[in-house]
């Protein structure tokens, strides 16, 4: 009987695995479809819309994005390196106040930045305006609108996932290293090149691979510009050339891209190792004279840049335009607003339950669902888009015909794309493990031994997730919801090509303005999203500070305890 009721409980446990498992391959299905699309879409046959691109497009799509690529990933690593080194390791005037405050600029989406470079920087626009008045009519700038441009632009707001990659390095790495090399004789440079840097150059390629990939998936930047790369050729494909086959060949073209940046991120956590962490923070350097100077300089002139003139050009131009302010813009956030929350609170349900899944049964299978399912944010949202309507019209069309055979034609209209669900579809894929991440490492904190003790008092599943684990994971559950808030607010691609008829966003209104030229125009809903974005940037903020006063007092009481 033992043997019998043992062999009972282990074919229990097995069904609830693999019940498991399949729930989380089934969350992971709105990122496997559309990719799974994609990548029939290289077999598919060559349509004349795709010959042509193949003749006279492709070429030059993928040279500007490669040349994109590479501005990006160097800018973003030179400038978030030499950020991260000097707070982390440096003692200079205003440290403390730039440690948090140099990741401002993320609060500003990519396109915002971009039309705000262009309506300052552009020949007509108040800069070189005024160097023309000062210096002659033959003063002026390179022009913006140009390759140098749009990759200023993409640094500007990119550079703080270096910058914060590095500075945990910087600040937790090589202490004793540090330390040492101080006590040699070695100076910041010195120390920088020789020792710092080597141990760091794992954590560094990881921030440049999330803002390459960032990049990649980057449409309204380069709209804003006029510069075409994969995503800006995909979306005038679609809607301008009507060829969703040609769209579905370009999208193959790009995840391809897309998975080697994610083959090269993975090899670089690969290299990573936590090596020589001393427990306290090392010491820093007291730079003094025109260096401290210049380091401050250095910090003022790119929070002065890649924020306050961006900031400050938006509310003057919002300002002004206030006037035309009426019942649309009302919408327009209504709908944005509506659009945030549905996703947020959809993706939080799927990611605690993604959570669990991989909690409850932690096999090879199970986690690799888990693993797929979180990818879409390595996808561009073009693709997501292509990848998603392309189903979901064949799907219509199918079940359009079976009804028309039962009921007679257009007794009943069935349309699955340009719907609601297509859309929150498209943002789960997308922005999934944006919620997954911090719900599943809070998840993690909880011991499987509480389970243990609280199925042994007659616990079943759903009381032990909404009196146990759901207040444990209460700040996970909503800094994923934030964060997932956030992201589809700014988002704009995915918007733009799969919103049910009428659903204009902030993003949409944005996007129509900048293409006209309209600038001012924009900066009242651009405004609305460079606040919204300061939320998560805030929560971040907090986390930092109280991380660094939990390192300081750590430091404080080990001469006590000793």
Known sequence: MTRVAGASRRGRRRRRGLGWTALAWLIALPLIIPLLVVFWGIFAPDPEAWQHLREHVLAEVVANTAWLVVGVAVGTGLLGTTLAWLVATCDFPGRRHFGWALLLPMAMPAYVMGFVLIGLLEYAGPVQSLMREWFGPDA?????????????????????????IARNAFATQGGRALETARSLGMGPVSGFFRVALPLARPWIAAGIMLSVMETLADFGTVAVFNYETFTTAIYSTWYGMFSLEGAMKLSSVLVFFVFIVLVLEQLSRRRARFTGFSG??????????????????????????????????????????????????????????????MAAVTALILALLLSYAARRAPALLTQLGARVATLGYAIPGPVLAVGIFVPLAGLG????????????????EIVLHGTLFALLAAYIARFLAVAYGPVNANLLRVPHSLDDAARGMGVGMFGLMSRIHLPLVRGGLLTGAILVFVDVMKEMPITLMMRPFGWDTLAIRIYEMTAEGHWERAAVPAVVLVLVGLIPVILLTLRLEREGQGVRGRAEEMPHAA
């Open 140 to 164: 002026g700038l390179p022009e913006i609108r140009s390759r140098l441009g749009v990759t200023l632009a993409l640094v500007l707001v990119l550079y703080p996932y270096v910058y914060l």
């Open 280 to 341: 306290t923070p090392p010491s820093r350097f007291r730079l003094r004279g025109w260096k401290a100077g210049a380091a401050t300089g250095l910090c003022v002139f790119v929070l002065l840049l890649g924020f306050a003139i961006p900031a400050g050009q938006l509310m003057l131009w919002a300002i002004g335009e206030l006037a035309e302010v009426d019942g649309r813009y009302f919408g327009f956030a209504g709908r944005s607003l509506g659009l945030a929350a």
């Open 397 to 412: 069309g199918l079940l359009q015909g079976a009804a028309d055979r039962l009921w007679g034609e257009d007794a009943i």
